[in-house]
Nanobody
Framework: QVQLVESGGGLVQPGGSLRLSCAASRNIFSTTYMGWYRQAPGKQRELVASISGGSTDYASPVKGRFTISRDNTKNTVYLQMDNLRPEDTAVYYC??????????WGQGTLVTVSS
């Protein structure tokens, strides 16, 4: 069983920055897809950013503010979040899909943007 552990969430003021980390218990070199999702209270989970085959993709609301990256040597994927807004408040989840088609989710980390 693979574990994905997110960290880095917390309370930040509007305009501030946070970096989320998602550490995997398995080598991520053989993943075909890694993504960050978020779920705000009363809303459905939505894709925020993804990285696949070296290409990245972002949801429109976060383009230019969020950056997804990965470090295969640390089996970790990151989400750098800058210029945070109150509407970015949500639980952020990491998802990874391996070449075996196995998909795993982390437990989530809460990000609260408020003054």
């Amino acid at each position: 069983q693979v574990q994905l552990v997110e960290s880095g969430g917390g309370l930040v003021q509007p305009g501030g920055s946070l970096r989320l980390s998602c550490a995997a218990s398995r080598n991520i070199f053989s993943t075909t897809y890694m993504g960050w999702y978020r779920q705000a209270p009363g809303k459905q989970r939505e894709l925020v950013a993804s990285i696949s085959g070296g290409s990245t993709d972002y949801a429109s609301p976060v383009k230019g503010r969020f950056t997804i990256s990965r470090d295969n040597t640390k089996n970790t994927v990151y989400l750098q979040m800058d210029n945070l807004r109150p509407e970015d408040t949500a639980v952020y989840y990491c998802n990874a899909i391996w070449i075996t088609s196995q998909s795993y989710w982390g437990q989530g980390t809460l990000v609260t943007v408020s003054s």
